[in-house]
């Protein structure tokens, strides 16, 4: 059974700088200056695309002293990536239907 792409996540996902602080939080987890210096944003931008991806469900924050580290929840991707595996499947079967015209 296919289960809904969740669109919070695609939309969040959609924006060319959402998607590069996904891809460096892949890789390490990072406070808020550090992903100013890696995507030259300014900090007032980046926290507004923070919050997209914290209320998307796909990061997790965590206070450190004047600072917060961003980490990224993997569950969610890995969810998401399940769902496109189902949407693919079943666009291999799909293939094959044609419903008549009227």
């Known amino acids: 059974m296919l289960t809904s792409v ?17 891809t460096l939080l892949a890789r390490e987890t990072l406070c808020t200056t550090h992903l100013v210096e890696e995507t030259g944003a300014r900090q007032t931008n980046l926290s507004n695309h923070m919050r997209v991806l914290r209320e998307a469900g796909l990061v997790e924050t965590e206070p450190c002293g004047r600072y917060t580290y961003y980490r990224l929840k993997p569950e969610v991707l890995a969810g998401l990536s399940g769902q496109f595996a189902g949407l693919a499947a079943a666009a291999r079967t799909a293939a094959g239907n044609k419903r008549a015209c009227p």
């Not at 969040?12 to 700088?17: K, M, N, T, Y």
């Open 6 to 22: 969740d669109p919070d996540v695609i939309r969040a996902l959609g924006d060319p700088l959402r998607l590069r602080i996904v």
